[in-house]
């Protein structure tokens, strides 16, 4: 229905998600790309890109006044970082669940850092905190025309009423 469809759509949201380069190197691409597949969201950008200092540093400018910030930024620019959008109702919130807490010592398991990482500065995966950031940071590291709207067949499967 109609209606239906357009409440659907009015809770779609996107988040900004970033392998970064230890999870890369590591051959976890497909893992966590798998994670966010099956839980029912939907891959709307990618790509592989290797940031400058200079671009790590706009990313996390939040942080600019923490002791780590310039160890951050030079290994977040270290290596090849997979770049991502994805899309879902509740994807921003949810997404950072998947991903569990920041320092890999506190995350739950069963998250990805829970499951997959041991320490704070290697924490392998990036994820947008709220819907603000969320724009900002599909805005830094995307064109508007990098990403990509469509109607995945599952959709039917995974949400009610379309
Ligand atoms: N970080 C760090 N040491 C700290 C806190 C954070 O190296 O004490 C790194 C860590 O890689 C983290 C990133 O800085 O993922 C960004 O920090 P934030 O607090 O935004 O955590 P996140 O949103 O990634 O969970
Ligand atoms: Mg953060």
């Given at each position: 229905?109609?209606?239906?469809?357009?409440?659907?759509?009015?809770?779609?949201?996107?988040?900004?998600?970033?392998?970064?380069?230890?999870?890369?190197?590591?051959?976890?691409?497909?893992?966590?790309?798998?994670?966010?597949?099956?839980?029912?969201?939907?891959?709307?950008?990618?790509?592989?890109?290797?940031?400058?200092?200079?671009?790590?540093?706009?990313?996390?400018?939040?942080?600019?006044?923490?002791?780590f910030f310039y160890?951050?930024?030079?290994?977040?620019?270290?290596?090849?970082?997979?770049?991502?959008?994805?899309?879902?109702?509740?994807?921003?919130?949810?997404?950072?669940?998947?991903?569990?807490?920041?320092?890999?010592?506190?995350s739950e398991p069963?998250?990805?850092?829970?499951?997959?990482?041991?320490?704070?500065?290697?924490?392998?995966?990036?994820?947008?905190?709220?819907?603000?950031?969320?724009?900002?940071?599909?805005?830094?590291?995307?064109?508007?025309?990098?990403?990509?709207?469509?109607?995945?067949?599952?959709?039917?499967?995974?949400?009610?009423?379309?």
């Amino acid at each position: 229905m109609v209606q239906d469809q357009e409440a659907h759509a009015a809770q779609m949201e996107r988040t900004f998600i970033a392998i970064k380069p230890d999870g890369v190197q590591r051959g976890l691409i497909a893992e966590i790309i798998s994670r966010f597949e099956r839980k029912g969201f939907k891959l709307v950008a990618i790509k592989i890109l290797v940031p400058s200092k200079e671009f790590a540093q706009k990313h996390y400018h939040d942080l600019k006044d923490r002791p780590f910030f310039y160890g951050l930024c030079a290994f977040l620019s270290s290596g090849p970082v997979v770049a991502m959008v994805w899309e879902g109702e509740g994807v921003i919130k949810y997404g950072r669940k998947l991903i569990g807490a920041t320092d890999p010592q506190k995350s739950e398991p069963g998250t990805i850092r829970g499951d997959l990482a041991v320490v704070v500065g290697r924490n392998i995966i990036h994820g947008s905190d709220g819907p603000e950031t969320a724009k900002d940071e599909i805005n830094l590291w995307f064109k508007p025309q990098e990403l990509v709207s469509y109607k995945s067949n599952a959709e039917k499967w995974i949400y009610e009423g379309n």
